[in-house]
């Protein structure tokens, strides 16, 4: 029996590689300039009805949504981008609405106000930041979140730079709820989120200059209203010379002096897109919270940044590293 | 702003016009009066070139300076538009906090950072209407700075260039140097939802709103002052090194001009007659070829100078002096032995029977007889000694540093080789003798004139002896009466300088109804012992004391007078020149000053030229004739025919008349060979287009004979004797048809 010990050892082994959960983050041989897809779980059937995909315009953050979303959809998915002129819009929403699809996909701000038009048809929008402000959220318009998930975002974070305690994050304003799940994940990777509220870029420039010495990074959010190509290098200068950790939205951002690019997964949206899409059918309302987080987070991490700051990546994020 | 700099810079760029306007006619008009003030004559080239040269220094300094000012100026303008620039971005920095958020204390620290630049005078952070301040700072010392809201139109403009670009700065000028920098206060957003457009490679919409202004004052006053400061010394520098410039330019320039310079005392001296000059040919190239060609031509002057002298001082046909340069250096030997004492010789030589071969042998002949003459003098008399021709048949000499006795010797020496020398001409030989008067020079304060009628009077007398031989002059000589009068060179002298001549006219009788009275002017000379003297007793006189000339002037003078008197332009006066016209300049001047003075037509006057005169100075003649008979004056040849002489001449000058010589005309009536002479005379004339006139008519059938042959006008006593009362004058009836 002892002679046959190893054999079981190894037996077990085995069987235990075999049952491993699959890892969330897929691992690519080469960290590219674009961040590499996440494979998620498996996911359910798509729903039966046919859906109308409405897309604001022709950039790759709105075609790679609708090109996943058409994926998955097949032949239910009908797509339509909005034109330049308003008469040609509205013509088109009056195809929709005539149609017989009952549930429509807005990709971006302008496809989501065009469909809030829309009175009797279920609406998922995505690639929104800022649904507050334009009162997009109700009981038949809800969205997916822009932002990528906020726990393994920090937890990146958190495993790169251990010693991160504080970080600080300023927005504009009616961002509540990402805000308020922004703290939660935080929290649970043991990092205290201060969130300041401004309404302009200098304000922001100026509350950023403010707080620096009560954290130690910023989380870069891409709240257009309060950004400006000047601030944002200003803000990244200042983080710079003042030591402080930034995590951007943008891969661009890290020649600038950003030490982490989180971006969300376009095949994530799409699968929480068809997700709500499905738990919505045939409801009157469209069940499940306004804003349906992301589960992916790409990251890019820049090399210089890090060995500035003294840190050392984990393994499992090397992959990740990329000096701009 | 700009349109401001620009008026400026106009209003300079006129002003400076107009100064170095002013400058330059004050200028000229100092340059003006100096040149009065110093009669100095013209200006040095060297001076000119200095001259131009501060000017010119001058006029650059100006524009030098001007335009450092102009450049200094907008250079402190543009730096302060920089600066402005740059302190609208750091107060946007220390305000923003301000309007955007509750952090205003640090705006207040900002403002003491203010303190540390002096030019900041004041700065207002204004609202979003640009009307009321919502924080300002000022300046210690300033409270109120004059530049206070922003206009409608200011926020306008402000607005309007928003877009087009990053931060429009508008720029205000005002008074004591100073600018007043408005610029919008703006927050910006971006345009695009979420940024998921966003790169830095592309350009970002941004939205733009304005939350307030900020309105800056600066001071450059400082600076300004500081740049006239520098501008100052640096023009008081270049002012130094310019004058140190121009006198070493001065010096540099007048070194250089130097060969030119030194032209100067050479060029002066020859053009007050000195040509005894040289100029030098050394050194550069230009000088060299300057002074080579000074050289060439003061050679060229010394050469015809001399020549001139030569002409001025010697007989054209022996080349021997003249008798005014002879007189000269008589004068000259005369003060030497008053001075030195000693004793020299005079010698006047005298050729007996000169005309006879003259009018045998013909003019040439007599020509070359005094060549040889001259000739045998010269070979005997020593370098030092003087040989004078004094006209006609008359030598001089001056035979320098003899005594009576060795005089003596050299008087009996000439005799005798004299009497050796034979004269050929053709088969014949001719023996020539002339008769010598010798005087004794011993007195320097006598006059040439005292010794030469000394001379004179000793020739006489040699022949009064009988020729052939030298007489020794004795102060007991008593003159020959009619040749000789005691003074009577004074006499003639008077008589010219008084008009104590007087004029009488002997008319030429027209023998084919010619309408106009033509009348020939003869002199006489009162006289107290024989009422009066004929042309014959003085002429020679006037010869040899060269008197001829002034005569000559005085008959024709007087001539136009007599003819404006008349007031009648048939009058014609035919007037007798000697052959001192040829030589005299002033003659034919003369002529054509008295035409323009009197009323006479040119056609009133006839000059006559004895043919002797006129052959003997055949190409001297020329010139003086044309120039004459170009005033319309017409010319006769007197006593035409007597002598070996031919038509040949006479077609080289225009000659309107020839009066026929009197021995042609006496016999014409019994004497073939005259009669054919006249005939072929009066033939050829008429070919010729000239006149004849046949002079010493004697009777009426000698004039019935001349009208026969064709003759135009006769003259003689049995037509008319001379007359001094012209008016009076008529021709005989009988002859006038």
């Known amino acids: ?324 | 702003m700009h349109h401001k700099i620009g008026l400026y810079g106009k209003r300079f760029i006129t002003g400076f016009i107009g100064f170095t306007s002013q400058l330059r006619m004050k200028g000229a008009e100092v340059a003006q009066n100096a040149e009065k003030i110093s009669n100095k004559g013209p200006r040095s080239l060297a001076n000119r070139m200095l001259l131009l040269q501060f000017f010119w220094a001058v006029a650059v300094y100006i524009l030098v300076i001007a335009a450092m000012w102009y450049a200094a100026s907008s250079v402190i303008e543009s730096s302060l538009r920089n600066q402005a620039e740059g302190w609208v971005g750091k107060l946007d920095e220390i305000g923003i906090p301000y309007y955007v958020s509750s952090s205003r204390a640090k705006v207040k620290e900002g403002f003491n950072d203010l303190r540390n630049f002096q030019e900041v005078v004041g700065v207002r952070y204004l609202d979003a209407n640009g009307k009321d301040v919502v924080v300002e700072y000022n300046r210690r010392g300033e409270d109120k700075t004059g530049f206070l809201k922003i206009d409608t139109d200011a926020r306008k403009k402000i607005s309007a260039e928003l877009a087009a670009q990053g931060r429009p700065i508008l720029y205000e000028k005002g008074d004591d140097d100073r600018i007043r920098v408005l610029a919008p206060l703006m927050v910006k957003s971006i345009a695009s939802d979420g940024l998921l457009n966003f790169s830095l490679d592309s350009t970002i919409r941004e939205k733009k709103e304005i939350i307030g202004y900020i309105s800056i004052i600066l001071d450059y006053g400082f600076a300004t002052r500081q740049l006239h400061d520098s501008l100052l010394y640096a023009s008081a520098i270049i002012a130094v090194l310019m004058v140190l410039a121009a006198f070493v330019g001065r010096v540099m320039i007048r070194w250089a001009l130097q060969p030119l310079s030194r032209l100067e005392e050479p060029l002066s001296r020859l053009a007050n007659g000195e040509i005894d000059v040289t100029v030098e040919s050394t050194g550069d190239h230009e000088i060299v070829q300057i002074g080579r060609a000074l050289n060439t031509t003061i050679g060229a002057l010394r050469e015809r100078d001399e020549a001139l002298r030569r002409l001025a001082n010697h007989d054209a046909l022996t080349g021997l002096c003249n008798r005014s340069y002879f007189s000269e250096l008589l004068e000259k030997e005369i003060r030497r032995i008053g001075e030195a004492g000693g004793s020299s010789a005079l010698f006047f030589f005298d050729l007996d029977r000169f005309k006879h071969i003259n009018d045998t042998y013909g003019h040439a002949a007599g020509d070359r007889l005094l060549v040889q003459i001259a000739e045998v003098l010269r070979k005997r008399l020593r370098e030092d000694d003087v040989l004078a021709r004094f006209g006609g048949d008359e030598f001089v000499a001056l035979v320098r540093n003899v005594n009576r006795k060795r005089a003596q010797e050299i008087g009996a020496e000439l005799v005798n080789k004299m009497q050796e020398f034979t004269f050929y001409e053709g088969v014949d030989a001719i023996k020539i003798q002339f008769s010598v008067g010798i005087t004794i020079i011993t007195d320097g304060r006598a006059t040439p004139h005292h010794y030469l009628k000394q001379a004179d009077m000793a020739v006489h007398e040699a022949k009064a002896q009988g020729r052939n031989r030298y007489f020794m002059y004795e102060p007991d000589i008593s003159a020959t009466e009619g040749d000789y009068d005691s003074g009577w060179y004074e006499r003639l002298k008077e008589a010219i300088q008084q008009e104590m001549f007087r004029f009488y006219y002997q008319p030429l009788v027209g023998l084919k109804g010619q309408q106009n009275n033509l009348f020939e002017v003869l002199l006489r000379l009162p006289d107290t012992r024989h009422g009066v003297i004929v042309p014959g007793g003085f002429f020679p006189a006037l010869e040899r004391f060269g008197l001829m000339a002034e005569m000559d002037r005085y008959v024709l003078r007087k001539a136009f007078q007599v003819l404006e008197g008349v007031k009648d332009e048939n009058y014609v006066l035919s007037v007798n020149c000697s052959g001192h016209i040829f030589d005299d300049f002033e003659f034919t001047a003369l002529v054509g000053q008295l035409l323009a003075e009197h009323a006479v037509k040119p056609q009133q006057l006839i000059l006559e030229v004895s043919e002797q005169t006129a052959v003997r100075h055949l190409e001297r003649l020329k010139p003086v004739v044309q120039r004459l008979t170009s005033l319309g004056v017409n010319f006769a040849i007197d006593d035409f025919g007597a002598g070996f002489a031919s038509f040949s001449y006479i077609k080289q000058f225009p000659v309107q008349c020839l009066k026929i010589h009197g021995t042609l005309i006496e016999r014409i009536a019994l004497d073939m060979v005259d009669r054919i002479t006249v005939t072929s005379i009066v033939t050829m004339a008429k070919e010729l287009g000239i006149e004849t006139v046949a002079k010493f008519v004697p009777n009426e059938e000698t004039l019935s004979l001349l009208r026969e042959i064709g003759v135009d006008y006769a003259q003689g006593d049995y037509l008319g004797e001379p007359n001094p009362d012209l008016k009076v004058q008529r021709p005989r009836l009988s002859v006038v048809k």
């Open chain 1, 1 to 324: 029996m002892y002679r046959r010990l190893p054999y079981l050892v190894l037996l077990l082994s085995l069987l235990a590689a075999c049952s491993h959960e699959q890892p969330k983050f897929i691992e690519q041989p080469v960290p590219a300039k674009v961040a590499q897809p996440v494979v998620v779980a498996p996911i359910a059937a798509p729903p039966s009805a046919e859906v109308a995909i409405l897309v604001s315009s022709n950039i790759p953050a709105y075609n790679e949504v609708a090109d996943a979303l058409t994926a998955r959809l097949g032949a239910r998915a009908f797509t339509w981008r909005l034109q330049e002129s308003p008469e040609q819009n509205l013509k088109l929403l009056a195809d929709i609405a005539k149609s017989q699809r009952s549930q429509v996909v807005a990709i971006g701000l302008d496809a989501a106000l065009t469909a809030k038009k829309l009175v009797d048809k279920q609406v998922i929008f995505c690639q929104v930041f800022n649904y507050g402000d334009e009162q997009l959220p109700s009981a038949m318009r809800k969205g997916v979140g822009m932002l990528p998930s906020f726990g393994k975002s920090f937890a990146a974070w958190k495993a790169i730079s251990p010693g991160l305690k504080q970080i600080a994050i300023i927005t504009g304003p009616g961002l509540d709820e990402y805000v308020k799940k922004a703290k939660e994940a935080a929290k649970a990777n043991g990092i205290t989120l201060l969130h300041r509220e401004v309404n302009s870029d200098m304000e922001l420039l100026v509350e950023y200059k403010n707080i620096a010495n009560k954290v130690q990074g910023y989380w870069l959010w891409p709240d257009n209203r309060v950004l400006s190509n000047v601030v944002m290098r200003e803000v990244l200068t200042f983080s710079m010379r003042s030591g402080k950790q930034v995590v951007v939205f943008n891969d661009d951002l890290l020649e600038l002096g950003g030490m982490i690019s989180i971006t969300s997964d376009y095949k994530d949206i799409a699968n929480n897109v068809i997700k709500r899409l499905e738990l919505a059918e045939g409801k009157t309302t469209i069940p499940g919270p306004v804003i349906e987080p992301l589960d992916v987070a790409n990251l890019r991490i820049n090399t210089l940044m890090v060995k500035r700051f003294g840190l050392t990546v984990p393994s499992k994020y090397r992959k990740y590293l990329d000096a701009p």
